[in-house]
Protein backbone atom coordinates (compact mmCIF):
# COMPACT_ATOMS: atom_id res chain seq x y z
CA UNK A 1 0.00 0.00 0.00
CA UNK A 2 1.70 3.21 -1.19
CA UNK A 3 2.06 5.88 1.67
CA UNK A 4 0.27 9.25 1.79
CA UNK A 5 1.24 11.95 3.79
CA UNK A 6 -1.51 14.72 3.26
CA UNK A 7 -0.20 18.43 3.55
CA UNK A 8 -2.14 21.98 3.57
CA UNK A 9 -1.81 25.37 2.62
CA UNK A 10 -1.82 28.22 4.92
CA UNK A 11 -0.84 32.25 5.04
CA UNK A 12 -0.24 34.35 7.89
CA UNK A 13 -2.95 35.90 8.72
CA UNK A 14 -3.31 39.50 10.68
CA UNK A 15 -4.05 38.52 14.78
CA UNK A 16 -1.60 36.15 14.51
CA UNK A 17 0.17 36.82 17.67
CA UNK A 18 0.42 34.76 20.94
CA UNK A 19 -0.20 35.99 24.16
CA UNK A 20 1.34 35.13 27.52
CA UNK A 21 0.45 36.40 30.79
CA UNK A 22 3.08 35.77 33.57
CA UNK A 23 3.62 37.32 37.24
CA UNK A 24 7.26 38.03 36.53
CA UNK A 25 9.39 37.76 32.93
CA UNK A 26 13.07 37.36 33.19
CA UNK A 27 15.02 38.45 29.82
CA UNK A 28 18.31 36.36 29.59
CA UNK A 29 18.64 33.18 30.49
CA UNK A 30 22.65 33.45 31.88
CA UNK A 31 23.46 32.54 35.36
CA UNK A 32 22.39 35.89 36.39
CA UNK A 33 18.70 35.07 34.55
CA UNK A 34 18.50 31.44 35.80
CA UNK A 35 19.53 31.93 39.34
CA UNK A 36 16.74 34.89 39.46
CA UNK A 37 14.04 32.51 37.78
CA UNK A 38 14.52 29.89 39.84
CA UNK A 39 14.39 31.84 42.63
CA UNK A 40 11.18 33.04 41.47
CA UNK A 41 9.63 30.28 40.88
CA UNK A 42 10.30 28.55 44.61
CA UNK A 43 8.86 31.58 45.43
CA UNK A 44 5.23 30.57 43.86
CA UNK A 45 5.91 32.97 41.19
CA UNK A 46 4.61 32.36 37.50
CA UNK A 47 7.98 33.00 35.81
CA UNK A 48 9.05 33.06 32.01
CA UNK A 49 12.58 32.95 30.88
CA UNK A 50 13.20 34.30 27.63
CA UNK A 51 16.32 34.00 25.47
CA UNK A 52 17.14 35.06 22.37
CA UNK A 53 19.59 32.12 21.77
CA UNK A 54 18.56 28.40 21.51
CA UNK A 55 19.85 27.01 24.60
CA UNK A 56 19.91 28.40 28.55
CA UNK A 57 23.15 28.83 30.42
CA UNK A 58 23.92 31.87 28.50
CA UNK A 59 27.21 32.33 28.50
CA UNK A 60 28.26 30.10 31.03
CA UNK A 61 27.40 27.25 28.55
CA UNK A 62 27.27 28.89 24.83
CA UNK A 63 30.46 31.04 25.60
CA UNK A 64 32.11 28.02 27.01
CA UNK A 65 33.25 30.02 30.45
CA UNK A 66 33.84 26.95 31.75
CA UNK A 67 35.11 28.21 35.27
CA UNK A 68 32.76 29.77 38.22
CA UNK A 69 34.93 33.08 39.65
CA UNK A 70 33.90 34.58 42.89
CA UNK A 71 32.36 31.89 44.65
CA UNK A 72 34.83 32.12 47.28
CA UNK A 73 37.16 34.94 49.20
CA UNK A 74 40.79 35.47 49.12
CA UNK A 75 43.43 33.42 50.82
CA UNK A 76 45.08 29.78 51.32
CA UNK A 77 41.57 28.37 52.48
CA UNK A 78 38.79 31.04 51.26
CA UNK A 79 35.22 29.99 52.60
CA UNK A 80 32.36 30.39 49.88
CA UNK A 81 30.77 33.76 49.63
CA UNK A 82 27.57 33.09 47.10
CA UNK A 83 24.94 30.40 48.05
CA UNK A 84 21.46 30.13 46.53
CA UNK A 85 22.04 28.48 43.11
CA UNK A 86 25.64 27.80 43.77
CA UNK A 87 25.02 25.40 46.34
CA UNK A 88 23.02 23.08 44.11
CA UNK A 89 25.42 23.28 41.90
CA UNK A 90 28.38 22.68 43.70
CA UNK A 91 26.70 19.78 45.36
CA UNK A 92 25.50 18.67 41.86
CA UNK A 93 28.16 19.11 39.85
CA UNK A 94 30.60 18.02 42.40
CA UNK A 95 28.50 14.71 42.94
CA UNK A 96 28.41 13.77 39.49
CA UNK A 97 32.09 14.34 39.31
CA UNK A 98 32.17 17.27 37.00
CA UNK A 99 34.19 19.64 39.09
CA UNK A 100 37.49 20.67 39.71
CA UNK A 101 38.92 22.81 42.10
CA UNK A 102 41.60 25.56 41.45
CA UNK A 103 44.04 27.12 43.66
CA UNK A 104 44.19 30.55 41.69
CA UNK A 105 47.15 32.74 41.17
CA UNK A 106 44.66 35.60 42.07
CA UNK A 107 44.51 34.67 45.79
CA UNK A 108 41.18 32.56 45.56
CA UNK A 109 39.74 29.48 44.21
CA UNK A 110 38.02 28.92 40.51
CA UNK A 111 36.17 26.05 40.10
CA UNK A 112 36.07 24.44 36.77
CA UNK A 113 32.99 22.82 35.56
CA UNK A 114 32.55 20.41 32.22
CA UNK A 115 30.46 22.53 30.20
CA UNK A 116 27.65 19.99 29.09
CA UNK A 117 27.17 18.95 33.06
CA UNK A 118 26.59 22.53 33.36
CA UNK A 119 23.86 22.52 30.01
CA UNK A 120 21.78 20.09 31.42
CA UNK A 121 21.73 21.07 35.03
CA UNK A 122 20.36 24.27 34.48
CA UNK A 123 18.44 22.74 31.63
CA UNK A 124 16.63 20.13 34.52
CA UNK A 125 16.39 22.80 36.97
CA UNK A 126 14.78 24.73 35.03
CA UNK A 127 12.06 21.96 33.55
CA UNK A 128 11.24 20.83 36.84
CA UNK A 129 10.77 24.47 38.55
CA UNK A 130 7.74 24.45 36.05
CA UNK A 131 8.41 27.64 34.20
CA UNK A 132 7.90 29.36 30.95
CA UNK A 133 10.60 28.70 28.55
CA UNK A 134 10.71 30.78 25.35
CA UNK A 135 13.76 30.55 23.72
CA UNK A 136 15.19 32.17 20.24
CA UNK A 137 12.62 35.40 21.24
CA UNK A 138 14.48 38.25 20.11
CA UNK A 139 13.05 41.62 21.94
CA UNK A 140 11.12 44.14 19.49
CA UNK A 141 9.21 46.69 21.90
CA UNK A 142 8.82 47.64 25.54
CA UNK A 143 5.55 48.88 26.39
CA UNK A 144 5.92 51.30 29.31
CA UNK A 145 3.40 52.87 31.45
CA UNK A 146 4.80 55.75 33.00
CA UNK A 147 7.51 54.18 35.67
CA UNK A 148 6.04 50.17 34.96
CA UNK A 149 7.07 48.19 32.71
CA UNK A 150 3.79 46.66 31.08
CA UNK A 151 5.17 43.93 28.45
CA UNK A 152 7.65 42.57 25.92
CA UNK A 153 7.15 42.47 21.96
CA UNK A 154 8.82 39.55 20.62
CA UNK A 155 9.50 38.20 17.39
CA UNK A 156 10.68 34.76 16.83
CA UNK A 157 11.07 32.37 13.56
CA UNK A 158 7.02 30.68 15.00
CA UNK A 159 5.46 33.71 15.55
CA UNK A 160 5.44 36.94 17.43
CA UNK A 161 4.76 36.80 20.92
CA UNK A 162 3.21 39.52 23.17
CA UNK A 163 4.00 38.73 26.88
CA UNK A 164 2.77 41.11 30.43
CA UNK A 165 4.20 40.38 33.76
CA UNK A 166 3.82 42.61 36.66
CA UNK A 167 7.54 42.52 37.14
CA UNK A 168 10.83 42.36 34.79
CA UNK A 169 14.44 41.43 35.26
CA UNK A 170 16.92 42.52 32.41
CA UNK A 171 19.34 39.86 32.26
CA UNK A 172 20.25 40.29 29.20
CA UNK A 173 23.78 41.48 29.95
CA UNK A 174 23.52 44.04 27.57
CA UNK A 175 20.66 46.15 29.48
CA UNK A 176 18.57 45.29 26.07
CA UNK A 177 15.28 45.50 28.16
CA UNK A 178 16.07 49.14 30.07
CA UNK A 179 17.29 50.34 26.66
CA UNK A 180 14.35 49.23 24.33
CA UNK A 181 12.49 50.80 26.79
CA UNK A 182 14.12 53.91 26.25
CA UNK A 183 15.39 54.42 29.91
CA UNK A 184 18.71 56.07 30.18
CA UNK A 185 21.64 53.54 29.95
CA UNK A 186 25.46 54.11 30.37
CA UNK A 187 28.40 53.04 28.07
CA UNK A 188 32.21 53.18 28.50
CA UNK A 189 33.74 56.36 26.79
CA UNK A 190 36.92 55.76 24.55
CA UNK A 191 37.37 52.20 25.80
CA UNK A 192 36.15 48.89 24.38
CA UNK A 193 36.17 45.85 26.96
CA UNK A 194 38.02 42.99 24.81
CA UNK A 195 35.86 39.66 24.49
CA UNK A 196 37.58 36.46 24.61
CA UNK A 197 37.02 33.29 22.09
CA UNK A 198 37.04 30.11 24.31
CA UNK A 199 37.95 26.76 23.01
CA UNK A 200 38.05 23.63 24.26
CA UNK A 201 41.01 21.21 22.95
CA UNK A 202 41.12 17.69 22.90
CA UNK A 203 44.15 15.44 22.20
CA UNK A 204 46.36 17.30 24.85
CA UNK A 205 49.11 15.99 26.95
CA UNK A 206 47.89 16.77 30.56
CA UNK A 207 51.13 16.36 32.11
CA UNK A 208 53.20 18.67 29.20
CA UNK A 209 50.56 21.29 29.59
CA UNK A 210 50.93 21.37 33.58
CA UNK A 211 54.74 22.13 32.93
CA UNK A 212 53.71 24.91 31.32
CA UNK A 213 55.71 27.97 32.38
CA UNK A 214 52.30 31.14 32.00
CA UNK A 215 55.52 33.38 32.15
CA UNK A 216 57.03 31.60 29.00
CA UNK A 217 53.68 31.25 27.19
CA UNK A 218 53.23 35.23 27.67
CA UNK A 219 56.79 35.90 26.46
CA UNK A 220 56.41 33.55 23.32
CA UNK A 221 53.12 35.07 22.22
CA UNK A 222 53.99 38.53 22.74
CA UNK A 223 56.76 37.97 20.26
CA UNK A 224 55.48 35.89 17.92
CA UNK A 225 51.83 35.71 18.01
CA UNK A 226 51.23 39.73 16.15
CA UNK A 227 52.26 38.51 13.45
CA UNK A 228 50.00 35.74 13.33
CA UNK A 229 46.86 37.98 14.56
CA UNK A 230 47.38 36.98 17.80
CA UNK A 231 47.62 40.26 20.41
CA UNK A 232 46.98 38.88 23.88
CA UNK A 233 50.01 37.90 26.09
CA UNK A 234 47.80 35.96 29.21
CA UNK A 235 45.73 33.73 29.48
CA UNK A 236 45.37 30.37 30.68
CA UNK A 237 44.74 26.37 29.47
CA UNK A 238 42.86 24.46 32.47
CA UNK A 239 42.93 20.61 31.81
CA UNK A 240 40.05 18.53 33.27
CA UNK A 241 42.54 15.51 34.99
CA UNK A 242 41.82 12.44 33.30
CA UNK A 243 39.87 14.51 29.69
CA UNK A 244 42.88 14.92 27.48
CA UNK A 245 40.80 17.87 26.94
CA UNK A 246 41.91 21.59 27.66
CA UNK A 247 39.87 24.47 27.94
CA UNK A 248 41.79 27.70 26.83
CA UNK A 249 41.52 31.05 27.57
CA UNK A 250 44.18 33.32 25.15
CA UNK A 251 42.15 35.41 22.95
CA UNK A 252 40.91 38.82 22.61
CA UNK A 253 38.01 40.37 20.73
CA UNK A 254 36.61 43.84 19.98
CA UNK A 255 32.83 43.24 21.42
CA UNK A 256 30.81 46.30 19.14
CA UNK A 257 27.23 46.81 20.07
CA UNK A 258 25.76 47.48 16.25
CA UNK A 259 24.22 43.96 14.45
CA UNK A 260 26.93 44.17 11.65
CA UNK A 261 30.04 44.04 14.11
CA UNK A 262 28.77 41.80 16.82
CA UNK A 263 27.88 38.87 13.96
CA UNK A 264 31.68 39.57 12.62
CA UNK A 265 33.04 39.03 15.99
CA UNK A 266 31.65 35.47 15.80
CA UNK A 267 33.60 34.60 12.61
CA UNK A 268 36.57 36.27 14.12
CA UNK A 269 36.39 34.49 17.20
CA UNK A 270 36.39 31.14 15.81
CA UNK A 271 39.01 32.32 13.21
CA UNK A 272 41.64 33.52 15.76
CA UNK A 273 40.85 29.89 17.96
CA UNK A 274 42.18 28.28 14.84
CA UNK A 275 45.11 30.79 14.90
CA UNK A 276 46.29 30.38 18.20
CA UNK A 277 46.16 26.47 18.10
CA UNK A 278 48.59 27.23 14.95
CA UNK A 279 51.05 29.07 17.36
CA UNK A 280 50.22 26.30 20.42
CA UNK A 281 51.00 23.11 18.05
CA UNK A 282 54.08 25.35 17.45
CA UNK A 283 55.67 26.45 20.18
CA UNK A 284 54.78 23.64 22.66
CA UNK A 285 54.54 20.70 20.41
CA UNK A 286 54.77 18.20 23.90
CA UNK A 287 51.79 19.41 25.20
CA UNK A 288 49.57 20.68 21.82
CA UNK A 289 51.40 18.64 19.18
CA UNK A 290 48.09 16.39 18.50
CA UNK A 291 45.63 18.90 20.07
CA UNK A 292 42.52 19.47 17.93
CA UNK A 293 39.12 21.90 18.43
CA UNK A 294 36.36 19.98 20.41
CA UNK A 295 34.37 23.15 20.84
CA UNK A 296 34.57 27.25 19.97
CA UNK A 297 32.21 28.44 22.02
CA UNK A 298 30.42 31.90 20.77
CA UNK A 299 32.51 34.95 21.53
CA UNK A 300 32.35 35.83 25.42
CA UNK A 301 31.41 39.36 25.90
CA UNK A 302 32.78 41.07 29.05
CA UNK A 303 30.79 44.72 29.00
CA UNK A 304 29.10 46.60 27.22
CA UNK A 305 25.74 48.44 27.81
CA UNK A 306 24.50 49.22 31.24
CA UNK A 307 21.61 50.85 33.22
CA UNK A 308 21.20 53.83 34.65
CA UNK A 309 20.46 53.05 38.60
CA UNK A 310 20.00 54.87 41.79
CA UNK A 311 23.52 54.47 42.59
CA UNK A 312 26.92 54.13 40.38
CA UNK A 313 29.03 51.30 41.57
CA UNK A 314 32.48 52.88 41.23
CA UNK A 315 36.06 51.17 41.10
CA UNK A 316 36.89 53.35 44.65
CA UNK A 317 33.65 51.17 45.90
CA UNK A 318 35.55 48.26 45.36
CA UNK A 319 38.36 48.71 46.79
CA UNK A 320 37.62 50.53 49.93
CA UNK A 321 35.57 47.45 50.35
CA UNK A 322 32.27 50.00 51.16
CA UNK A 323 29.51 47.71 52.77
CA UNK A 324 26.40 49.72 51.74
CA UNK A 325 23.09 49.70 53.93
CA UNK A 326 21.38 47.86 50.63
CA UNK A 327 24.34 45.18 50.10
CA UNK A 328 22.52 42.23 48.17
CA UNK A 329 25.86 40.32 47.12
CA UNK A 330 29.88 40.33 48.02
CA UNK A 331 32.96 39.20 46.64
CA UNK A 332 36.73 39.68 46.34
CA UNK A 333 37.51 38.58 43.02
CA UNK A 334 40.06 41.19 41.86
CA UNK A 335 39.45 44.01 39.68
CA UNK A 336 40.05 42.37 36.55
CA UNK A 337 39.78 45.06 32.93
CA UNK A 338 40.23 43.59 30.03
CA UNK A 339 40.75 46.73 28.75
CA UNK A 340 43.41 46.36 25.43
CA UNK A 341 44.15 43.57 23.18
CA UNK A 342 47.38 42.56 24.64
CA UNK A 343 46.65 42.07 28.18
CA UNK A 344 44.33 42.49 31.58
CA UNK A 345 44.75 45.45 34.16
CA UNK A 346 44.56 42.99 37.28
CA UNK A 347 44.47 44.62 40.88
CA UNK A 348 44.25 41.79 43.78
CA UNK A 349 43.12 42.09 47.15
CA UNK A 350 44.63 40.89 51.05
CA UNK A 351 42.90 37.75 52.16
CA UNK A 352 40.31 39.62 54.16
CA UNK A 353 38.84 41.93 51.20
CA UNK A 354 35.46 41.82 50.36
CA UNK A 355 33.19 44.29 48.39
CA UNK A 356 29.30 44.34 48.21
CA UNK A 357 26.51 45.15 45.53
CA UNK A 358 24.02 47.43 46.52
CA UNK A 359 20.50 47.35 45.43
CA UNK A 360 20.19 51.03 44.15
CA UNK A 361 22.67 49.70 41.07
CA UNK A 362 20.36 47.17 39.93
CA UNK A 363 17.17 49.51 39.86
CA UNK A 364 16.57 52.20 37.70
CA UNK A 365 14.98 55.36 39.28
CA UNK A 366 12.80 55.27 36.34
CA UNK A 367 11.47 51.87 36.60
CA UNK A 368 9.09 50.66 40.05
CA UNK A 369 9.19 47.18 38.60
CA UNK A 370 12.44 46.33 36.76
CA UNK A 371 15.84 45.41 38.08
CA UNK A 372 18.74 44.57 36.55
CA UNK A 373 21.25 41.79 37.15
CA UNK A 374 24.50 40.54 36.09
CA UNK A 375 26.96 42.68 33.79
CA UNK A 376 24.28 45.08 32.99
CA UNK A 377 23.74 46.77 36.73
CA UNK A 378 25.11 50.67 37.09
CA UNK A 379 28.72 50.22 37.81
CA UNK A 380 31.93 51.77 36.12
CA UNK A 381 34.12 49.58 34.18
CA UNK A 382 36.36 48.76 37.50
CA UNK A 383 34.20 47.76 39.37
CA UNK A 384 32.00 46.03 36.66
CA UNK A 385 35.11 44.23 35.78
CA UNK A 386 34.85 42.74 39.47
CA UNK A 387 31.47 41.82 39.40
CA UNK A 388 30.99 40.60 36.35
CA UNK A 389 31.94 37.20 37.46
CA UNK A 390 29.59 34.17 38.09
CA UNK A 391 29.97 34.29 41.60
CA UNK A 392 27.99 37.78 42.30
CA UNK A 393 25.90 37.71 39.15
CA UNK A 394 23.98 34.25 41.05
CA UNK A 395 24.22 36.21 43.74
CA UNK A 396 22.55 39.32 41.87
CA UNK A 397 20.04 37.19 40.35
CA UNK A 398 18.51 35.68 43.67
CA UNK A 399 18.64 39.25 45.42
CA UNK A 400 16.57 40.83 42.38
CA UNK A 401 13.47 37.74 42.63
CA UNK A 402 13.32 38.47 46.44
CA UNK A 403 13.14 42.59 45.84
CA UNK A 404 10.59 42.16 43.47
CA UNK A 405 8.48 39.40 45.22
CA UNK A 406 8.79 42.02 48.37
CA UNK A 407 7.60 44.66 46.52
CA UNK A 408 4.90 42.99 44.92
CA UNK A 409 2.57 45.85 43.00
CA UNK A 410 4.61 48.65 44.49
CA UNK A 411 7.97 49.65 43.81
CA UNK A 412 11.61 48.09 44.23
CA UNK A 413 12.43 52.06 45.57
CA UNK A 414 10.46 51.67 48.38
CA UNK A 415 10.99 47.60 50.13
CA UNK A 416 11.70 46.84 53.23
CA UNK A 417 15.44 46.11 52.67
CA UNK A 418 15.85 44.82 56.48
CA UNK A 419 13.01 42.07 55.25
CA UNK A 420 15.30 41.82 51.99
CA UNK A 421 18.69 41.39 53.52
CA UNK A 422 16.95 38.93 55.66
CA UNK A 423 15.99 36.79 52.82
CA UNK A 424 19.18 36.18 51.29
CA UNK A 425 21.46 36.88 54.78
CA UNK A 426 23.77 33.45 53.39
CA UNK A 427 24.86 35.82 50.74
CA UNK A 428 26.09 38.66 52.76
CA UNK A 429 27.53 37.56 56.48
Known amino acids: MALSVPTRVSRRGAGATHAMAVDLCVLGAGIAGVSAALEAAALGARVALVDAGMSLGGQSVAAQIGTFCGLFANGPNPPQVTHGIADDILRDLGASGDLQFHPSR ?19 SVRRAGMTV ?89 AKGPAQGLFRQDGFAFVFPGSGEALVNMTHLDTPLDPVGASAMVLEGHAQADRLLLFLRAEFPAAFGAARVKSYGLPGVRQTRTIVGAYHLTGDDIRAGRKFADAIARCSWPIELHSRPEGVHWEEFADDHMHYVPLESLASPEADNLLAVGRCIDADPLALSSVRVMGPCIAMGRAAAHALDLAGGGSVHQIDIAALKQRIADNLD
Open 106 to 124: RNTVVVQYRIDALARWVEE
Open 134 to 222: LLGAVLQRVDRVGSRIAGLDLATRYGEVALTASAFIDASGDAALAWTAGLAVREAVDLSVQGTQMLVLEGVDEPAVAAIDRDEAARRIA
